[in-house]
Each structure stands twice: as structure tokens, then as C-alpha cells.
């Protein structure tokens, strides 16, 4: 691994807005009350190389009692921790969009252990 990618926060939010155009049309049409953000780091009490982070219900959890008016679900993608591990900006694009891909399938109720199974480390 070299040294720190240099990516300014612009085009780090950029390629994640890429990342989230990558996703077919018909699953973002499913996608229910989810906000995505970035941040620069994991929030305290986390792991300081997480790279991103689903905090919500999913959608296969939620039933009657969830309420429409719910706060929305949050995916957030860490940007220093991403461009720690990466050698190139093209490296970061790659990582941020199986980031994205990773955090979108916790929203749909899928969890560490499948997305091991579908190779999606």
C-alpha cells in the first residue's frame, strides 16, 4: 500500500454520487427513506478504518409499527479511511463503489456474512 490518495472532499462526494448512478434503476425504485453521506471519519466508538456504515432499519425489519414519518436511514462513506487504504484515485472510485454496493445491500436486509458468501468483501 503507498502513501495517502490525495482526493479533495468534492470529488470524493462526487464519486460517490457516481457510485449510487452505477446502482440499477429498479432497486434504487426500492430504496425507502435512506439518506447517503459522506464524512471524513467514523464517528467515535467505531472502528477508525471503517470505510462506511448503514444506521438504520432495514427494509425486510420493518412492519406496522415503523412509522412513514421515520427519520431516514443513514449510509455514510468515510472518505480518509477510503483514501488511506487506496494507491490511486482510480482506486478509490473502485472502493467507494463497492462501498455504496455494500451499505445499499445492509438497507435491503442483506448482511456481512451473505455479502462474504456473493464475494462482496
Known sequence: MGAVVEMSRSAF??????????????????????????????????????????????????????AAGSLPDRITVFRLPTLAICDSVEDVVEEVAVTVLHEVAHHFGIDDERLHELGWD
Not at 439518506?35 to 470505510?51: A, K, N, R, S, Y
Not at 427494509?59 to 409499527?65: I, K, M, V
Open 13 to 66: 462526494e462526487d464519486a460517490v454520487r457516481d457510485a449510487l448512478d452505477l446502482l440499477p434503476d429498479d432497486l434504487v425504485a426500492m430504496m425507502d427513506n435512506v439518506v447517503v453521506l459522506v464524512e471524513d471519519l467514523p464517528p467515535d466508538g467505531e472502528e477508525q478504518d471503517l470505510l462506511g456504515l448503514y444506521e438504520g432499519v432495514a427494509l425486510t425489519e420493518r412492519d406496522a409499527w415503523w
